[in-house]
Each structure stands twice: as C-alpha cells, then as structure tokens.
C-alpha cells in the first residue's frame, strides 16, 4: 500500500511537472520566434503570458549577473563588460513586446500587470546598479582600461558602464542605497499613475457632443463626417462628437465659428488631469518632481536638472537655459506682433473681445488667407497619407538606396498596422517597420517611435531591427481617404527619422550602438522634417486624392511663402513648456511644492508669457517629462533643431538635395555609427565644423 501511494505521489509529481513544462513551452516568449524575420508572434501573446515571462526573464539575469560576479578569474572585458552586455536578453524580448503594446492597445488587465511588474523591474535594475561585487569587477577593468589593448569602442564601453555604475548608486553606503531603491520604486509606481490618469483624460473624461448642425458652422464635410462617426461609434447616431484627440480638437479650434464651443472643448484641452477627479495629475506631478530632487542630491547633484544635463551636450542647465533664452526674447517679440494682427481682424470684423488662447488658432488661420491667401483646407486634399508615406519612403530610397514593401505575413498587435520590409539597395535585409496611423480609445496621445528587437552585431551577425512608428493621425471617412493636415505630414516624416535611426544603427555593444546623448536624439528625426517641403519633394508625393494631379507651384509658392507663419506662437509655447520642465526639475531636496498650479504660473510670470499663449504641455498633462523620459530634457527638440537645420544647410548648399556623398556621411556618422563618440564629435565627422545656430533663426524668421 505504501509504494502504491508513493507511486501516486511521483506521478503526480510527474504529470504537475509535465503541465508546468507545457505551459511555459506554450508562452511565446520561452522560445526563439520561428515566425517569419523572428518577428514577434503577436497572434500567441496573451495577455496570461507577460507576467511569467518578466518574472522568468528576471531570474535569468539574476543568474547571469551572479555568474559574472562569482568568476574566480580576474575581471576583463570579455568575462565582465561583454558578459554584462549581452545580459538580459529575454527581458528585452518581453518589455519590447510589452511596454509597446501597452501604449498603443491598454487595458485594465495591461495595466493591472504593469502596477505589478513595474516594482519587480525597478527593484531588479536597483539590485544590479548596486551590486558592490559587480561595480568593483566593473572598476577594475576601468581602472586598467588603457592597458588592457582594448580598442577605442571597449575603452568606451567600459567607461560608459562604468559612469553608470556611479550614476546609479553604486557608490553610495547601504543606508544610502535602501533610500535610493526606496525613490526609485516610488517613481516607478507614480510614473505609471501619471500615465494612466493622461490616457484616461484625454480619451475617456471628455467629448464635445454636438446635435445643433448649426454649431458645425466653419467646419469642413470631412471634419463633420469624421465627428459623425465618432459619435455614431459611442452610440450618439444622428449627433457629432470631438473629442481631445488632436485630429479632432485642431480642426475645431481652426475653423469652429462658434466661440463659446472652441473656448468649451480648449478648456477640455488644457485642463486635463486637474480636474479634482481620480485622475487629477497635480500632487503626482509635485511629488515626482521632490521625489527626483531627493534622488540626484543622494548621487552628488543639486538638482534633477543637474543630474540629466550633465551627461548632455549641454552639460549645464545654465547653458540650457542661457540658449533657450537667446531665443525666446525674439519669439515672444514675434508672438506678441501676431497677436496685434490677429485682434485687428476681430476688430474689424465687430468681435468685442479680446483674444483669448481658445481663439488663437481660429484667427491665425484667418490670418493666414489674409497675409497669404492659403488655408489648410487647400492644401489638405493633396496629403494623403498613402502618398505621403510613399514620399517618405522615396526620399530616404533616393538619399540611402533603401526600399520599403508592404508584406502581410508578419502577425500585428492590432489589425490597423502596416508592416514594410526594409531592404538596402542590394536588396539584403535590413530590418522592418511596422506603422499604426490613426487614434484608438486604447491608444496614447501623440506620435512616437519605438522598436520590437534593436539592431546589434553578435559573433559577426547582425540582428535586423525591428522598428515601431505610432501615431494619432486624421482618420479616413466614408467618402474620402486619411488626409493629413501639414504638421501631421511633417511628423510622420520626423517619426521615420528615429525609424531610420533604428534601422541603419551598427554595433557589437548594446551600451554604444546607436546610443546618444538626450539633446542628440532629436538630430535624425528633425532634419527628416526639412525634406517633407522642398518643393522637390512635394511635387513627388503631394497629389490631389481626387485627381491625381500633383499640387501646383502656385500652392508650393504659398506654402513657401508662409514658412514664418505662426512660428512667434509655435516657438513660444515651445519654449515656454522647455522652461516649465527646467524649472520643475531644478527643485532641490526638501522644497515642498504646495501647489503644481501655483508653482506653473510663477515659472510663466518669470519669463513674461502672455496670457493668450499657454505652454504647449501644462503640467497636469506633461506626459514627456512626467512619463515618456525627458525630465530635464524637453528642450532637445530646439537644441537638435539647431543640428538638423544646419545639417539640412549642407545638402542645401551642395546644389543637391540628395547628395549621396552627404548621404552617405550623414547615415554613417549620425545614424550608424553614432554612439561610437561624443555627440559633437559625431557630428562633426559628418559637417566638418560645429554647428551654425543661423539656419535655425532663419528657418522661423527670428533673426
């Protein structure tokens, strides 16, 4: 009796084993992709799978970490450097899927699953940033770098690990440690309830619903069909519904002729996240911001400002600031010229009112047609997205010989996404884009690009990049296809600028390959921007969705002419969120912020914004700083503008706007190659010099 029990025992142990076994061989994760590319198999995942998959993944570092550490050999760069940076392998395969994912199709079981994930991921990166055995491994290669015969990328691997080390509390004694840990989770966790409260602001809280046709007056059939199927989606037919989604808000705020109704959905706009409601950002935001001060005092700095600056271009937050203001003085000035311009025409017209922010673009747009006879709804039939990709695509086939084809074996995270097989001009592999336009309830606000699998060199073979471009583009109706407004068409090309950043990156270490500096980042993505309005350029991808005709010079003319439109307003609420965000984060430890709001107004009151002009991200809903990773660094944006427009002035002056030569240094030192150095140092390898800040004040009319 007794070894029939036992017996029972073993197989039950057996068969319990067996359903472990199968269900981790059943988690798409657990094994090498057999999909097509080695894509992710998107069709697999559930959402049963992510929480194991980090869990497992964690465990699989913690035992590449240890092995490092317990190695009785003396630390060099390929038992202690190179093995660190090829750890971690299978938490980029499930983050990469995840975090993705999350952003673009979210939902309560996501979210539930990163509250819970998030704390186990910080605490991981805390447990090896701090691990004293793996710091003094790391140190002594570092220390002995230079005679070691490594080349120049080991040296430079090295020391950036190194740095890292430091800058992350390796340092620090252990009391100090357990405090750093402590931040760092609590960031963690309010990171992820300022995102949730944006996401829920800005596509679930609120909706201008519509059933008077009178209150459509100024807006175009398309905007109307699109807000009737909006409308006709949330289960109001007859109705039409705009919502916060910048395809639907801009529009309404441009032509809208009813006042009370744009200054009711900009009030929506602007008001998101301080509403006194569950999703109220403000003491998140404030506490973040404190929570940061005390961090960066603990690794050495006075500010988080400090801290993130100082592996920057800038170094300083006083360079940021003293560059940001040799800028802004010009722009407030040119702001301040179109708001005199703009209150003439509502005087003219009988308005007795003042200007107020829910008005600007209303008038500007009015001011457009009067100083230059154009208006977006000219011009909006000739970008159709379609064609405007297919522009895209052929500038950067004329500029590095690639091509994009669309291919619908590879499985999608949602239906709505495109996929394009990317290909060098000897038509080898190179890598994927995946592409997904247009606003969902589950989808964040803005555009980005991300990737899947990043491009690295191992043992001689390069892993092709799997790229992600995202945004919340104006939708298709039923009698017209997407058509893109100009700043939709000018960031889809920005986006395909990290695309092509994450395409063409080469290396064998994952710290160097294609890692730049914060205030570096923008470069490639911004200087795709200046090829989308060349006349060139348009002339190839700006046809009529009708009849085909490609836009004619006079349009191109207009375009042309009406460069420094609006750039006193587009600059200022630019630069005025820029300062927000160095402001708040040049808190130091143990400032108490009372109130987000107050403390907004003070930064605004300081630099002399007027009233009519917001920041383009208030704090309650500054989803950049507070959630996307550039605390400290919104201003890059500018501070790459002055790369890209002087790196677009060298093709402009060699008389070709696809000059191979250019195209080929630019790809190789900026894009391929550009954590192999210092940012500057990249560069210049391209330009030959520093860059020249004159192409930017030209560009918008500051000088």
Known sequence: MKHIFLSLIVMSIMATSCQVNKKQELNPFFQAYTTEFKAPPFDLVKESHYLPAFKKAIEEQEKEIQSIVTNTEAPTF?????????SGELLSKVGNVFY?????????????????VSPLITKHRDNISMNLDLFNRVKVVFDQRSNLNLDKLQIRVVEKYYQDFVRNGAELNNENQEKLKSLN???????????????AETNSNFSLLI???KDLSGLSSGVREAAQMTAKQNGFEGQWMFTLQKPSLIPFLQYADNRELREKIYKGYFMRGNNGNEFDNKEVASKMAMLRAERSKLLGFNTHAEYVIDVNMAKTPEKVYEFLDQLWVPAL????????????????????????????????????????????????????????????????QKLYGITMTEINSVSVYNEAVEVFEVKEADGSHLGLLYMDYHPR????????????RESITKDGVKTAPLVSIVCNFTSPTSDAPALLNFDEVTTLFHEFGHALHGLFTEGEYKRIAGIVPNDYVEL????????????????????????????????IAKIQKSGHFNQGFETVEYLAASILDLDWHGLKAGHSVKSALE?????????????????RYRTTYFGHIFDGGYSAGYYVYIWAAVLDTDAFDAFKQSGDLFNPELAMKFRKNCLAECGDDEGMVQYQKFRGQEPSVTPLLEKRGLN
């Open 524 to 555: 490639p993505s911004q200087i795709m921007e200046n090829w989308a309005a060349e006349p060139e350029v348009l002339k190839h991808y700006a046809l009529h969705y009708k009849t085909g005709e490609p836009i004619s010079d006079e349009l």
């Open 78 to 86: 390929e038992n202690t450097i190179l093995a660190f940076d090829r």
């Open 441 to 452: 309830a589950s989808k964040g606000p803005g555009a980005w690009c991300t990737s899947f």
């Open 333 to 396: 000035e040119m702001s301040k010229n179109e708001l005199k311009e703009m209150q003439s025409i509502i005087d003219a017209e009988g308005g007795e009112f003042e200007l107020q922010s829910w008005d600007w673009w209303y008038y500007s747009e009015k001011l457009r047609k009067a100083k230059y006879d154009l208006d977006e709804s000219q011009i909006k039939p000739y970008f159709k997205l379609d064609n405007v990709r297919d522009g895209m695509f052929w500038v950067a």
């Open 100 to 116: 993705n994912v999350k952003e673009t199709d979210n939902n309560e079981q996501l979210q539930a699953i990163a509250r819970e």
């Open 599 to 615: 403390f907004e107004n003070a930064s605004m009151d300081k630099i002399g914004l007027i009233d009519e002009i917001i920041p």
């Open 211 to 213: 059933d008077n046709e």
């Open 185 to 199: 989770e609590e960031l963690s966790m309010l990171t992820l309830k300022f995102g949730e409260n944006q996401l």
